[in-house]
């Protein structure tokens, strides 16, 4: 067999893909809550043709975000196949809880059975009649958040490991939730499909630039405002200084972020809007200031010859 060419890995109908990990997605915890904050460049695996988008995902009608990183067809998959895992366990508890309240005699209204008969056969109740068996008056089924916690590590797994077993660092994934009544967190799932509550942490191909950064100025008493910019001057210094050219922002454009608020509200954070042309200039001088003193060094690179 002839070694690829160029790069590319050829698969058997002579597809090429020049497969690539290519993001920044940093979340924290801060005063208020918890934040995710990811920069938005896209760049096309075969053309090379730069685009961007909003990383961080929310494809629940719960306050719960992630962003994936790691080899860009296997977050892309992540992207997918998550909400299909979400999708069909919800569906299992919607049967668990007709199944429930079939064997506990519990009524319903006539415009919820005839919605309930559309989404679910009868094979589906009969077959999950075990789920009545709770041995108090109402006991309903609900998605929580450790099930999802233990979905995602299980997706994960199943990504990164390949068709001889051995599981191999393609992906990795970070995630906000509320967690009410407790305060809302920051979880990080690497590729072995562990899962870890942290206190901040950057996954991506650029996250290896700004680690000392996180470690050094996070406070857990920071302000909304402090934390932004600490994520925004981490993720314009990775693009700025030209350490990975698939990190960036587009021209004018801040890095997408959501927050989970302590008081349960979550969202963008709306303090900065009118003010993204300021902060922009203040964040990217601060780092001109750093370039000019890391040029100043005494350094030199060593000759390739």
Request: aromatic share 10%.
């Amino acid at each position: 067999m002839k070694p690829p060419k160029n790069g590319f890995k050829t698969f058997g109908r002579q597809c090429k893909i020049r497969d690539t990990k290519m993001t920044l997605i940093i979340g924290a915890r801060f005063k208020d809550g918890v934040i995710l904050v990811s920069d938005r460049k896209v760049t096309e695996e075969n053309s090379g043709r730069e685009t961007w988008e909003n990383k961080i995902k929310s494809p629940f009608s719960i306050p719960m975000f992630f962003g994936a990183a790691g080899y860009s067809h296997k977050f892309k998959q992540f992207n997918r196949q998550i909400i299909e895992t979400v999708e069909a366990r919800q569906r299992q508890i919607q049967i668990e809880n007709i199944a429930y309240e079939k064997a506990k005699g519990l009524g319903y209204s006539e415009k919820e059975k005839q919605v309930q008969k559309k989404q679910l056969s009868n094979k589906d109740i009969e077959t999950h009649t075990d789920a009545g068996k709770v041995n108090t008056n109402v006991q309903y089924y609900t998605y929580t958040n450790e099930m999802f916690i233990k979905d995602c590590g299980n997706l994960v797994y199943e990504l990164c490991k390949g068709r001889d077993g051995i599981i191999r660092p393609l992906l990795d994934v970070l995630f906000i939730m509320s967690a009410q009544p407790q305060t809302p967190r920051l979880h990080h799932i690497g590729w072995d499909g562990e899962e870890a509550e942290m206190d901040f942490c950057a996954i991506g191909s650029g996250a290896e630039y700004i680690e000392n950064f996180l470690r050094t100025f996070w406070k857990e008493n920071m302000s909304i405002e402090e934390i932004l910019k600490l994520c925004y001057f981490c993720i314009y210094y990775v693009q700025d200084l030209d350490l990975d050219k698939g990190v960036g922002i587009e021209e004018g454009k801040l890095p997408n972020h959501v927050v989970i608020a302590n008081n349960g509200e979550f969202g963008e954070y709306k303090g900065i809007v009118g003010k993204e042309i300021e902060t922009i200039r203040e964040v990217r001088t601060e780092i001109h200031k750093f370039k000019e003193v890391i040029n100043s060094l005494p350094f030199k690179k060593a000759n390739s010859g």
